[in-house]
């Protein structure tokens, strides 16, 4: 498509809609939202550079193979069960790390949740982009 408008518009859009799934990616584990929604809002913002623009600009965006993304969200959400099972637990429970912590301070959290969640949002991400750049090509 060669709108100017359009063009001009979705350099600064796809940047808004990339943040906002992060936004939703990070709070998804305590509020609505999480990996999946937010897998889903960005490609929603690929599509959009590949409408307004090209095909092959799009790609050349993502920088990596769509179906590569979504093998390695899926690796690294089954990479999530492994703490928990190497603590006994059962696979998947939710197992929080706190770094940089001091004087009763906690720290900043890191979670195996997070690490689902930041493996369903590459999967998800992948996998629409694998299926729409597939399907736009024929």
Not at 7 to 31: C, D, E, K, P, W
Not at 95 to 123: C, R
Request: hydrophobic fraction near 55%.
């Amino acid at each position: 498509m060669n709108s100017v408008i359009l063009q001009g518009a979705t350099r600064l859009l796809v940047a808004l809609i990339l943040l906002f799934s992060v936004y939703m990616l990070l709070r998804g584990h305590n509020l609505p939202g999480g990996g999946f929604i937010a897998g889903l809002i960005a490609a929603a913002a690929f599509i959009l550079y590949a409408l307004a623009w090209s095909l092959r600009e799009a790609r050349e965006a993502l920088r990596i193979s769509p179906v590569r993304l979504a093998t390695v969200g899926a690796l690294l959400s089954l990479a999530s069960a492994v703490p928990g099972a190497l603590q006994a637990y059962p696979p998947f429970t939710g197992l929080w790390l706190f770094l940089g912590g001091s004087d009763g301070e906690k720290g900043v959290p890191l979670s195996t949740v997070l690490l689902f969640d930041i493996g369903i949002y590459l999967a998800v991400l992948g996998s629409v982009l694998a299926l729409f750049f597939t399907l736009e090509e024929d």
